[in-house]
C-alpha cells in the first residue's frame, strides 16, 4: 500500500513538472480571434444556401476559434422550390426573401448584406448551393454571361483588393471566376466519369469561358483526403462540396480543409 502510495505521488510531480513545462492551463493573455464573414443565399440547396455546406462551415469556423458575423442580402428570391418534388413552387418569389430565408440557418442572428464592411472582417466565405446562381448571381440563367448582384461584388471586389481571403464551395466560385478574371477555381472535375459522380462539370467550361483557370480537383469515395485549391495569388480558398455526388462526412471534411485555409492566409 506504502509503495502504491509513493508510486501515486511520484505520478503526480512528474504530471506537475510537465505541466509547468507547457504553462498554464489557461492562458490569461488576451487572443486576438480572426474576424470571419459569412454570405448565404438563402435556406435549401435548391433555391438558397446548401444547409449542411452552411452548418459544416460554421462548425469548424467555431472550431477554429474564429468570430463569425452572417450575412445575405435583403432581396426577394429568384423562386421558391418545393424540395420535396424538386420542382417550382406555386408561391410567388414576393412570398421568400433572402435575407428572411437566411436567418433560418444563422438562427436570427443575421445583418443585411448592404452593411458588410470588409474592415470589419479578416475573411469572408461564401457556401454553395443553388441560391448562389440564383440569388447572388443570375449564373443558373445565364451561364458564363451572368449578372452579380451589387452587394456581393462590392464584398468580393472590397476583400480581394485588401488582400483578405475568400472561401467559396461548391457552385459559387462561378461568382469569383467573374468578378476576378484570371483566377483559379475548383468545382472539381470538368467531365462526368460516366458514373453520375459529376453532374454539374460542365461548370468548369463556363467558369473557362469568364477568362478564369478551373483546376481538377477529387471529391471522396476513394481518395485519402477531400481536395480543394488554394488561389495563393488571389487568397481564394475553393472545394467542390455537393458538386460532387460522395458521402456526407466526406463534403464536411473537405470544407474543414476550406477553412483550416482560410485561417492560416488570414494570419
Not at 475568400?166 to 459559387?172: F, K, Q, R, S, V
Request: some cysteine; hydrophobic content about 40%.
Amino acid at each position: 500500500m506504502i509503495a502504491g502510495m509513493m508510486h501515486s505521488t511520484l505520478m503526480l510531480s512528474a504530471i506537475s513538472k510537465a505541466l509547468l513545462r507547457r504553462g498554464p492551463l489557461f492562458s490569461t493573455s488576451v487572443q486576438h480571434h480572426k474576424s470571419v464573414a459569412v454570405v448565404l443565399s438563402g435556406c435549401g440547396v435548391f433555391d438558397g444556401s446548401e444547409v449542411h455546406e452552411a452548418s459544416s462551415i460554421l462548425v469548424h469556423l467555431s472550431r477554429a476559434g474564429a468570430d463569425v458575423s452572417i450575412y445575405a442580402p435583403d432581396i426577394p428570391q429568384m423562386h421558391v422550390i418545393n424540395h420535396a418534388k424538386g420542382q417550382p413552387s406555386e408561391e410567388t418569389r414576393q412570398v421568400r426573401n433572402v435575407l428572411h430565408e437566411s436567418a433560418r440557418i444563422a438562427r436570427g442572428k443575421i445583418t443585411a448584406l448592404s452593411e458588410l464592411n470588409s474592415a470589419n472582417h479578416d475573411a469572408v466565405v461564401f457556401p454553395g448551393g443553388f441560391g448562389a446562381a440564383k440569388n447572388l448571381s443570375t449564373f443558373a440563367t445565364e451561364g458564363a454571361d451572368l449578372k452579380v448582384n451589387d452587394q456581393v461584388q462590392k464584398t468580393i471586389q472590397e476583400f480581394h483588393s485588401s488582400k483578405k481571403p475568400i472561401g467559396l464551395c461548391c457552385i459559387a466560385p462561378v461568382i469569383a471566376a467573374k468578378l476576378i478574371p484570371g483566377c483559379e477555381v475548383t468545382v472539381g472535375q470538368d467531365t462526368d466519369d460516366g458514373t453520375g459522380k459529376w453532374p454539374y462539370a460542365g461548370t468548369a467550361e463556363a467558369i473557362t469561358k469568364m477568362n478564369s483557370k478551373h483546376i481538377n480537383k477529387n471529391g471522396g469515395f476513394l481518395n485519402f483526403f477531400y481536395e480543394i485549391h488554394i488561389d495563393s495569388a488571389n487568397k481564394l480558398v475553393t472545394t467542390p462540396a455537393f458538386m460532387c455526388e460522395t458521402r456526407l462526412h466526406e463534403i464536411h471534411d473537405g470544407i474543414g480543409k476550406m477553412v483550416e485555409a482560410i485561417m492560416d492566409l488570414a494570419n
